[in-house]
């Protein structure tokens, strides 16, 4: 121990260090374990048949032929499933009057949108799986289906006939009822009589969480235990529910996530595949893995976003808003997964931002179609509402004719008013909007932007520049367990965590969040080291197998760090009671008179002291433990959240649009977050640059596209368009620290901040640099096509110059050039609701 | 063929390709498999020093040939300066990409030992990254290039 002590005498925090992680070394030298991997003894393999249809009945399937092919070992459908495979679950409902098909992991009778499976193969291998699935012969008689959101709100057309409705759930959060401001529609009343008025409506396209890594599944169903290994954001959520679902006894089942290739919400979901190869595992009695392909993953795993925000935003004519009222239409797909239905509702909250609002009214209408199911997706409800609020704060700034940053000064809460009530019934802990914005648009170079861009004005340069403001804030840390109950989410929001002292002094941290990227492993061991006193080296973070760390919540919402993070300091403060206790004892002094500083235990006012690897070992051989103590430093601990954490930041976007072409060009973009404390800066200027990435391929390239019958014609990354390097630019990031004061750690939140905050900077550049045509909105994503069309909805307005008469040329074949983004029919062209406000 | 120094002999189907018979037959499971289009890039490895999308070559093509993967990188114990480089540079967070990039990277500054930013994107324009946003992995390349363009905020550390 002495080296221990040395080491850590008198050193540094880890806490704040850039502590390069420890998860690299396996994953740069390609000795990772993705689930993929695994080969077992006498392992098959599935394949699955999925629905071209979007909605059809099944008349019949036929397995023969598949069945006959070389070390085919069994073709499984809905009819010898049915009663064998439960449904779905559920675990938020929207409403307690919610509504609900059944949902099968295989169709029985009917298929309600494309890609869902019908048949499963299982073989010797994948290849021989996936070429006996051609064969498998299913007859169907095509159904009408619903796939426009607007069109399923009309409800002539339904997703399930046997429901009556596509409407799944109306949520209402008003601030009357929650006496938390006052009456909208009288803001709006007053606003339209001697004020300003806005309504805008906004959509969020559909987009695909396309985490790298495929999902996979491997069963073995040989042991004791079924071992299942998946890879998920949600292993403890996996146990519970192949429980739940097929009745297995929860103490037989163990579901290991191993490495993880990324998630963003894709991967927190109890899926069809991942019952039907438990299943499959069963009735063969061998080890079987599922690993799908891409076009599979794009197809069938759940979609994010995908809703109409309609807005309503009162104010005094100097801009002050008095009201705000949100109406949103969410899409649910065909089914409910795991929270799809509460997925809108998570931004119920956050519509205000960072304002003070004095009156808010939020209704949504969950609506099924035949499409994949959607569900949570980086943000999840959040990246919805800071979207539009930034977008309408920016339209009113328009029609105030100030500056972007003007409008938000006069509305946001200024730094002394914290810890603040908002108009949505939450109390904002901390926060310093005023130091955040000060911070970036000093780093932007805001002012020499803005007056680049007015030269260009003048100049009616073909490329103009546009300066987009977004000032976010967002709810994180799911979440208090008592909240989610009154919100109608079954399970709980604590985490939990355990602290073992080995005998040769190193720690295992046991941890019950499953990290697939963010860095747990350095992250926690940083935290460990300081509390402990240990090297970080000396720290090993185990995690994702349900055998080895036995409770747990799991990993999404930004939550690991504010709530696994405290269960994993409380542990190790409750390691540090107890082995003062044995120190004590050991060196006959008392526990009043005892010190612990930098891993020791000493005795005020004399020499002695012990290290807390030498307490282990004592425990370890146990010959000097008193009767009435456990023989034992190790401990527990769950901690369950007071109240969520309020991550903000200011995050400005520059970039160049050519009005001539449509084509935008990013210029410049600069963060700057407040996450409280930061742990590790490496690990959080990570999380931010992925996130940034993520919203500006919302704001500019991603969207899932149905065809006219429902099939996703995005299904492979030729058509859905994640971003590459050459798209993107790099990025400064900076912070403001205000520690929160809702955890002991004083730790926000960063997961998400990057992807909520960046789409609307991004959308409000583009917006910016067309104003002076008239434009007041661009449909995400802001593709050349829909740019040049908002320019030149309005012919020869502004610099433009008229628009190109007919195609752009002969290969452009005007059925290749229609918006097939859902809800845009003729009434809702991009091109047409442009050029209303100015 | 030789993987990663070794040499092997087998027979394979006509079908199947590099990256299945890395993963499958030698157990070079360090190589993955992200998209079935050949736009990910996850998978790639250097054939006779070039590199190549393993998912667009079959095994039978690489007869004779020499591949290098993941694995086959660091020598000795010591990383390669493109691994170390990501490892500094924060490059990865979940790592599915991360030895096809790494692959890759290689590839560029092979091509061009100093190439600017710009050069950097382009020429890791067909490996997807879905963690990063590509920042710290074009410093990565940046840094392994010898090139001084490591953030001041990643060297102060310790």
């Given at each position: 121990m002495t080296v221990t002590d040395e080491a850590t005498a008198g050193a540094a925090p880890e806490i704040g260090k850039e502590r390069r992680r420890k998860e690299d070394q396996r994953l740069i030298t390609g000795r990772t374990r993705w689930t993929d991997n695994m080969v077992l003894p006498g392992m098959l393999h599935l394949a699955m048949v999925r629905s071209p249809y979007a909605h059809a009945r099944i008349t019949s399937i036929d397995t023969a032929e598949a069945k006959a092919m070389p070390n085919v070992v069994t073709v499984l459908t809905g009819a010898d499933l049915a009663d064998e495979q439960g449904s779905l679950p559920n675990a938020w409902m929207a409403t307690p009057e919610q509504v609900a098909p059944p949902h099968p992991s295989v169709a029985v009778d009917t298929v309600a949108f494309a890609g869902e499976v019908v048949a499963v193969v299982v073989a010797r291998s994948a290849a021989e799986a996936r070429d006996a699935a051609d064969l498998v012969d299913v007859d169907y008689e095509e159904l009408p289906a619903v796939l426009d959101l607007k069109r399923a709100d009309a409800g002539d057309v339904l997703a399930h006939p046997d429901l009556g409705t596509n409407l799944s759930a109306h949520y209402v959060y008003d601030s009357v009822d929650d006496s938390t401001g006052g009456s909208v529609e009288e803001a709006i009343a007053e606003a339209r009589e001697s004020g300003i008025l806005l309504e805008r409506e906004y959509r969020q396209q559909r987009l695909i969480p396309a985490f790298m890594e495929p999902r996979s599944i491997c069963v073995d169903p040989t042991g004791e235990q079924l071992v299942v290994h998946t890879s998920t954001q949600v292993p403890h959520f996996v146990r519970v529910f192949i429980a739940l679902v097929l009745g297995i006894p929860e103490s037989k089942v163990r579901v290991i996530a191993p490495d993880v290739g990324g998630g963003f919400g894709g991967k927190l979901q109890f899926t069809p595949e991942e019952v039907l190869t438990v299943i499959a595992a069963r009735h063969t009695g061998k080890p079987c893995k599922y690993t799908e392909t891409r076009s599979e993953s794009l197809m069938a795993a759940h979609h994010g976003r995908d809703q109409w925000q309609k807005l309503t935003l009162a104010a005094g004519k100097d801009g002050t808003v008095t009201g705000l009222k949100v109406e949103l239409l969410a899409n649910m797909g065909a089914y409910l997964g795991l929270v799809t239905s509460y997925i809108p509702m998570l931004g119920a909250r956050m519509y205000n931002g960072i304002y003070k609002f004095p009156a808010y009214r939020f209704e949504c209408r969950n609506l099924f179609t035949n499409t994949t199911w959607t569900d949570a997706y980086r943000g999840a409800g959040r990246p919805e509402a800071t979207f539009a609020i930034e977008r309408i704060m920016d339209e009113l700034a328009a029609e105030v004719g100030v500056d972007p940053l003007e409008i938000r000064k006069r509305n946001w809460i200024t730094h002394e008013e914290f810890p603040f009530d908002t108009v949505a019934g939450l109390t904002y802990d901390s926060g310093n909007y005023e130091a955040a914005t000060d911070k970036a648009t000093a780093l932007f170079g805001y002012e020499e932007l803005r007056a680049e861009q007015q030269r260009r004005r003048d100049a009616k340069d073909p490329v103009q520049l546009g300066i987009g403001v977004s000032t976010f804030t967002e709810m994180c840390g799911l979440a208090p367990s008592r909240w989610l109950g009154e919100q109608g989410y079954v399970g709980g929001g604590w985490e939990h965590a355990v602290v073992r002292m080995l005998p040769t002094g190193k720690v295992e941290v046991l941890i019950g969040t499953s990290p697939h990227g963010q860095g747990h492993e350095t992250a926690f061991s940083q935290i460990v080291a300081d509390r402990l006193g240990v090297p970080f080296e000396d720290v090993e973070v185990l995690h994702g197998d349900t055998q080895v760390s036995a409770r747990g919540l799991d990993t999404y919402g930004s939550r690991s760090l504010s709530v696994g993070g405290m269960a994993v300091l409380a542990a190790a403060d409750k390691v540090v009671d107890k082995a003062k206790t044995l120190a004590a004892h050991l060196m006959e002094a008392s526990t009043e008179d005892l010190q612990f500083e930098a891993g020791r235990f000493t005795v005020r006012g004399t020499e002695k002291g012990m290290g807390l690897g030498e307490i282990a070992f004592e425990v370890f051989h146990g010959h000097n433990v008193p009767e009435h103590l456990e023989s034992t430093l190790d401990a527990d601990a769950t901690h369950d959240p007071d109240d969520f954490s309020y991550p903000h930041g200011t995050h400005l976007c520059a970039l160049e649009v050519d009005t001539e072409t449509g084509g935008i060009k990013l210029r410049k973009y600069v963060s700057v977050d407040d996450v409280g404390t930061i742990v590790n800066p490496l690990i959080v200027s990570g999380q931010l640059h992925g996130g940034i990435v993520q919203g500006l391929a919302q704001a500019l390239w991603e969207e899932a596209v149905h065809d006219e019958s429902g099939t996703l014609v995005s299904a492979s990354f030729v058509d859905y368009l994640v971003p590459t390097a050459a798209d993107t630019i790099s990025f400064e990031n900076e912070h403001t620290v205000t520690p929160a004061t809702t955890n002991q750690l004083g730790v926000k939140g960063v997961g998400e901040a990057g992807t909520i905050a960046s789409t609307p900077a991004v959308v409000n550049a583009v917006v910016d640099a067309l104003?002076?045509?008239?434009?007041n909105d661009v449909r995400m994503p802001c593709t050349p096509e829909r740019v040049y069309k908002a320019i030149h909805a309005r012919d020869g307005a502004g610099t433009g110059g008229a628009p190109t008469v007919g195609a752009a040329g002969p290969h452009f074949d005007q059925s290749d050039t229609a918006d097939r983004s859902a809800g845009a029919d003729s009434t809702d062209r991009p091109g047409d609701d442009n050029g209303s406000s100015l | 063929m030789t993987v990663d120094g070794a040499s092997y002999t087998d027979d394979v189907e006509p079908r199947m390709l590099l990256v299945h018979y890395l993963r499958e037959r030698l157990g070079k499971t360090g190589t993955v498999v992200g998209c079935d289009t050949s736009n990910c890039g996850a998978c790639t490895v250097h054939l006779d020093g070039r590199s190549v999308k393993s998912c667009n070559v079959l095994a039978v093509q690489v007869d004779g040939g020499e591949v290098t993967t993941i694995e086959g990188l660091s020598q000795g114990g010591e990383l390669h300066p493109m691994q170390a480089a990501f490892h500094e540079c924060h490059?990865?967070?979940?790592?599915?990409c991360t030895p096809g990039m790494i692959m890759q990277a290689i590839d560029v500054l092979n091509d061009n030992p100093k190439p600017t930013e710009e050069q950097i994107r382009e020429g890791l324009e067909g490996n997807l990254c879905r963690?990063?946003?590509?920042h710290n992995i074009v410093r990565a390349v940046q840094a392994a290039s010898g090139q001084t363009a490591v953030p001041a905020a990643i060297e102060e550390s310790a």
């Open positions: 104003r002076p045509f008239g434009v | 490059a990865l967070q979940c790592g599915f963690c990063t946003g590509y």
